[in-house]
């Protein structure tokens, strides 16, 4: 009967306190803080084999993605630089299009979260 009761009141204290690990995690990750990445951060990682932009104000590093690009070398303008209207209407800063003109595809949009960096600082 004793030995019962032990493990019955051992198996709640260690349900509860698996319980309290979880919750202690979940607060670890949601308050971790998001880098800030400055316009000069960006700015020296402007070549092929470093190449960092910013689409809406976040910064992502898509070196890696370069050389399997499906528009080939295109991708290579926004290094470096705000790419936010090359990879949302594939238009350049004058307003042309570069290739169809048009927003990549919602596949492309999210595989681009893969490589996100960080926020654009605003100062
Ligand atoms: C920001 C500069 C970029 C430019 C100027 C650019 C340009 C292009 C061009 C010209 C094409 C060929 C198809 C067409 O002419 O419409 C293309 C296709 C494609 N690009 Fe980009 N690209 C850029 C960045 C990216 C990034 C960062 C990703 C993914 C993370 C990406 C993913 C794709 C994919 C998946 C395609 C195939 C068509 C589609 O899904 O829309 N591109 N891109």
Redesign the pocket.
């Given at each position: 009967m004793v030995l019962v009761v032990l493990l019955v009141v051992g198996g709640v204290y260690i349900n509860s306190s698996s319980q309290d690990s979880d919750v202690t995690s979940d607060l670890s990750t949601t308050t971790e803080e998001v880098r800030q990445v400055t316009i000069d951060q960006v700015e020296d990682h402007n070549s092929e084999d470093d190449c960092w932009?910013i689409v809406e104000d976040k910064v992502y590093d898509?070196t890696s993605?370069v050389p399997r690009?499906?528009?080939g070398d295109?991708?290579l303008?926004?290094c470096g630089e705000d790419?936010t209207s090359?990879?949302l209407e594939?238009r350049d800063e004058n307003g042309r299009a570069?290739?169809?003109g048009?927003a990549?595809?919602s596949?492309?949009q999210s595989?681009?979260e893969q490589?996100f960096v960080g926020n654009l600082s605003s100062n």
């Open positions: 932009t898509i993605y690009h499906p528009g295109e991708i303008r926004a790419g090359l990879f594939r570069v290739g169809s048009t990549h595809s596949s492309a595989q681009l490589f």
